[in-house]
């Protein structure tokens, strides 16, 4: 077959690229060899817009103990432990079929993170989907959370956190982000480097079929209405076969049979061999007849691009072959030796004898291209009025509004309790989980302010991270490292192009300012859909670590009596607040500015008072500032609150950063502990009632705000 | 007592029924392998939950059929207690050790959330660590677990003290709204003619540590190591 | 030999899917829609090559495992 630019061109690669691909190879590629190139160098393998930028984060301290580029992120926790996270996206395949295309995105992280020889232990979930009233969204909900669930549900891993946020800029590119954290012996974390010229090359799991093919470059190409048509491109989850997948890999990793192990996800069984041989600088030789196949007359360029779910590629210590299959074999799953570990630094495949490619490992792995695509700065946002409202009624809007509604409908239908040891469930600042056999427990969460990101891409960056950290803290947990999930539009429009360097460049401060390393993480890119963007989306997935399980605290009032102190300073600014949103509907002015080292003083003094027992209650503050977090906290443990404070939307609905609110019976305690800190605190009420009491008597009462809070998700999905 | 604890491919609550286990009784209990070769001699035989084989064609009707369960029912029919949990219920009434069958969800959807329970028949070797009537709180997680018999046998398990527990509110009326998966007569538990296996969808292994959030599952592992002592 | 086989949700069952079925298909217009049931369908493929062993065969599977005859109904092509 004859390379034609139109092939070229169905492959997503450039002239230039492909010419690349040439000098590489000093000869025409065959249709095995090009698709090859094509998924490597596809923008989701080879993070060849971002990479330049991302390389500025830092990723390492203290506690890492494997930063990015391996299938996830590994950080020390104390006691021979480890945790193991990473987030990645899904989010084209979830639009095209929203609940295999969820199910498979948690299927594929769960992957990664027990790929490294960590048991997963809990799951969470970004999403945005489009405005409530465009007519797909309700569509893309229901299958995209069945879909999450279903597949979490099965394989028996807790979802116990995660956001989900509507905007019309995602109605035809919605995002669904999922990330696990597994637990490990912090000396028995497995890699994907290929060694040992000889070894065996494994493939284990469920066979392989003609699903996905080109999942990854579908996944680096921009929508138009006609993108309805990949659908067939879009794989099918198998939950069952992934739980004895898991139990398979970690029962063999009890062992030192394995040399090197990687997941079959993106681009299937050509990435994981490339990446194996290209870390270890050798070869591997790869017999595509031993392949277990599902369906007969499967071409090797159909097997190896094949994005069939639930396999992994394995390197074996020579001997251990019979133990590990043995170990496959009682689970039930496929195990085949297709290949060796070879010396000559090239990828050969055979097939019926023949050799069907034959290129240099190195070149298509390390030599992806890399652009420096041209971008601009975003204009600085102009000033804006924002107008007054009754409190309670805006408080009552609010709540009920889309983005700051209960997410209960959506983490009720995840097990988030199985295992047994879920702490803090979902629906506060961060879930908890401990560690079996340990008092230690791990924390997490995923946020993103994407209206700040749009406004001003380096506030909003750095407001993601510091929302992270915050919301760890606030429950009493130290935050370790993070993991980042980096959605964007076309970075070829320099523009888009800005708001990824403004974004990565806001990361990048509150990372160092906080001590708060990236070890992890996935770039989505091509968001959008006729020339439509999705806001600039960068989530940021936080792990933290409590000594104590028992000390944490949740959001919820706990009786009457007790002290409500508001930590951190209000200036109230409401530029590019929910309030403005959704009272006047505006989307405009800057975000609030992230003064990192109040951050950082603040979060600090708050982590110090719930450890020493002081805190009964806390919570941070955020989309819609203090009024909300205060109705949230009420609802959360059915007390009302009799507040102090300047009844003005400003005071009441200002998205100031770095702010806490704590509960205590000790409020003299706190104050001056506060004040020697450095730290602004002062009191805003008192717990008690069944109603939020503002100065001069309005009230409305627990039950009214839960009956609004909770009833929107419901309704809206309830209205098929 | 001695416990085991039987596991297929894909269940994924033993190890919450293990802790459990031990926690309340003090004693490791026996983890058994559907293929293992033999069942081990023990005073109670435990089905956790999950999703064996996948749950596929229909919950626990595979793992129903499998080899070990003919030595489960074998035990059954010598008094052994069997206690089967979420999908060991279903798999119980698909083995036929319990009349009926789970469907799915009136909602169609996955519930995981705190139930509460009323305790409807105290004088069994599983529920004697409660009294009858008392209200425990206890979490679901599931989305077939809508239990359903013809009225006859509804009526005879009513008849003969076999209902073991109802879905109800906090203060332990059986409303529709404490329903919500739709079991036919909020029924959440069973057990058989001779009350020495029961099938229940809540989970009371996940409450039993107060970082759970309940301890209120205790009551049914306790008054079994008490009984089975 | 091939054996096809319908298992339906006997008569007095409630079948929730079926009912979400026909209120999906009422939001998409379409009108004079009755009762609507779920069932599943599973096809077989066998080394039989006697018809009516096959259909024992069959009928044996159906029993023990393909159907739970307490909610379901099944009826067999071969």
């Known amino acids: 077959m004859t390379i034609t630019p139109e092939i070229v061109a169905s492959h997503g690669l450039t002239p230039d690229e492909y010419k690349k691909v040439l000098d590489i190879l000093g000869r025409e590629p065959n249709l095995v060899e090009l698709g090859i190139f094509s998924v490597m160098w596809s923008e989701h393998c080879s993070y060849k817009s971002s990479k330049r930028w991302l390389r500025q984060l830092p990723t390492t301290g203290p506690r890492v103990i494997c930063g990015p580029g391996e299938n996830a992120g590994v950080v020390d926790i104390g006691d021979g432990l480890a945790a193991v996270f990473k987030i990645e996206s899904h989010n084209h395949p979830s639009f095209i079929e929203p609940y295999q295309g969820a199910a498979t995105g948690v299927g594929g992280i769960l992957r990664d993170v027990f790929t490294m020889g960590a048991r997963p232990i809990a799951n969470l979930n970004a999403l945005r989907f489009g405005s409530p009233e465009h007519p797909k969204t309700r569509h893309l909900v229901a299958g995209v959370v069945a879909g999450i669930g279903g597949y979490g549900n099965c394989v028996g891993v807790p979802t116990i956190g995660g956001e989900c946020e509507f905007h019309p800029a995602y109605n035809g590119n919605i995002l669904v982000n999922a990330m696990t954290i597994g637990l490990a012996k912090a000396d028995r974390i497995f890699y994907s480097k290929a060694a040992g010229p000889g070894n065996a090359v494994v493939y284990v799991g469920a066979k392989t079929g003609r699903d996905g093919i080109h999942g990854a470059t579908m996944a680096s190409a921009e929508f138009s209405d006609d993108s309805e048509e990949k659908r067939p491109t879009v794989q099918v989850g198998d939950p069952f076969t992934e739980k004895l997948l898991i139990e398979a890999c970690l029962e063999l990793m009890e062992s030192d049979a394995i040399v090197a192990i990687q997941d079959m996800g993106a681009a299937g069984l050509t990435s994981s061999s490339v990446e194996m041989a290209g870390k270890g600088g050798l070869g591997i030789e790869l017999d595509l007849d031993r392949v277990p196949v599902r369906e007969t007359g499967m071409t090797p360029y159909e097997i190896m691009l094949s994005e069939s779910q639930e396999r992994m590629l394995m390197i074996l210590r020579p001997g251990s072959e019979e133990a590990a299959r043995r170990i496959f074999e009682k689970w039930e799953l496929d195990f085949a030796v297709i290949g060796r570990v070879t010396e000559t630094g090239r990828l050969v495949l055979k097939k019926g004898g023949e050799t069907v490619c034959d290129i240099p490992v190195g070149p298509v792995s390390a030599e992806a291209p890399v652009y420096d695509r041209p971008w601009l700065p975003q204009p600085k946002a102009e000033p804006v009025e924002a107008p007054t409202a009754e409190p309670i009624d805006a408080l009552r809007r609010l709540l009920g509004s889309p983005d700051l509604a209960s997410k209960r409908w959506i983490w009720e239908q995840y097990d988030h309790l199985v295992m047994g040891q879920t702490v803090i469930r979902p629906g506060g600042d961060a879930a908890l989980v401990r560690i079996p056999g340990t008092n230690k427990g791990i924390a997490a969460v995923v946020d993103c302010t994407p209206r700040y990101c749009v406004a001003d891409p380096t506030a909003g960056g750095a407001q993601a991270v510091a929302e992270t950290w915050r919301n760890l803290t606030a429950i009493g947990a130290l935050p370790l490292a993070i993991t980042d999930n980096l959605n964007f539009g076309n970075p070829e429009r320099p523009e888009i192009m800005g708001q990824i360097v403004g974004c990565i460049e806001g990361m990048r401060w509150a990372c160092l300012a906080l001590d708060y390393p990236v070890v992890s993480g996935n770039v989505s890119l091509y968001n959008e859909t006729n020339g439509q963007a999705i806001l600039p989306t960068p989530v940021i997935g936080g792990v933290g670590l409590v000594e104590d399980v028992t000390r944490a605290v949740t959001i919820a009032f706990k009786g009457a009596g007790e002290t409500i102190l508001l930590v951190g300073e209000t200036k109230g600014h409401l530029g590019a607040s929910i309030y403005l949103r959704e009272i006047a509907g505006k989307e405009a002015g800057a975000p609030p500015p992230v003064d990192l080292e109040a951050e950082r003083r603040n979060g600090d003094f708050v982590r110090e008072q719930i450890l020493a027992g002081r805190v009964t209650a806390c919570h941070d503050l955020s989309d819609g500032g203090l009024l909300v977090a205060i109705a949230e906290m009420a609802m959360a443990g059915d007390v009302g609150a009799t507040l102090e404070v300047e009844t003005t939307p400003g005071f009441l609905f200002g998205e100031d950063q770095s702010r806490y609110l704590l509960t205590t019976r000790e409020p003299e305690t706190l104050l001056a502990r506060a004040q020697a800190a450095g730290v602004p605190a002062r009191v805003v009420g008192r717990t008690g009632g069944g109603a939020l009491t503002l100065p001069g008597g309005r009230a409305i009462s627990v039950a009214e705000l839960r009956q609004v809070h909770e009833s929107w998700l419901p309704n809206y999905m309830s209205g098929h | 007592m001695k416990a085991a604890v039987i596991t297929f491919p894909g269940s994924n609550r033993e190890t919450d029924m293990l802790d459990a286990l031990e926690r309340i009784t003090g004693k490791k209990p026996l983890r058994v392998w559907h293929a293992d070769s033999e069942l081990p001699k023990v005073d109670l035989i435990v089905i956790p939950g999950g999703f064996s084989y996948g749950d596929y064609l229909r919950c626990g009707a595979m793992a129903a059929h499998s080899p070990i369960m003919r030595e489960v029912k074998a035990r059954a029919a010598a008094g052994t207690p069997i206690l089967g949990v979420c999908n060991g219920f279903q798999i119980l009434c698909e083995a036929g050790l319990l009349p009926g069958v789970l469907l799915v969800n009136e909602t169609l959807k996955f519930h995981c959330f705190d139930v509460h329970l009323r305790v409807e028949n105290s004088q069994t070797v599983f529920t004697s660590g409660y009294s009858t009537g008392q209200v425990i709180r206890v979490p679901v997680a599931h989305r077939d677990g809508n239990y359903f018999a013809d009225p006859e046998t509804l009526d005879r398990l009513e008849g003969e003290g076999r209902v073991a527990f109802r879905y109800v509110t906090a203060d332990g009326v059986p409303t529709k709204e404490a329903n919500k998966n739709g079991s036919a007569r909020n029924i959440a538990g069973i057990f058989n003619e001779t009350k020495t296996v029961l099938g229940l969808m809540p989970h009371p292994e996940d409450a039993t540590d107060p970082i759970q959030g309940s301890t209120d599952g205790i009551g049914l592992f306790r008054g079994l190591a008490e009984a089975l002592a | ?78």
């Open chain 3, 1 to 78: 030999m091939k054996a096809k086989v319908h298992v339906t949700l006997k008569s007095g069952v409630l079948d929730p899917q079926g009912k979400a079925i026909a209120n999906a298909l009422g939001h998409l217009g379409f009108t004079g829609i009755g009762e609507v049931r779920q069932g599943k369908y599973i096809e077989l493929e066998l080394a039989e090559t006697d018809r009516e062993k096959a259909r024992q065969q069959v009928e044996q599977m159906c029993r023990q495992l393909l159907a739970n005859t307490v909610i379901e109904n099944y009826s067999i092509e071969i």
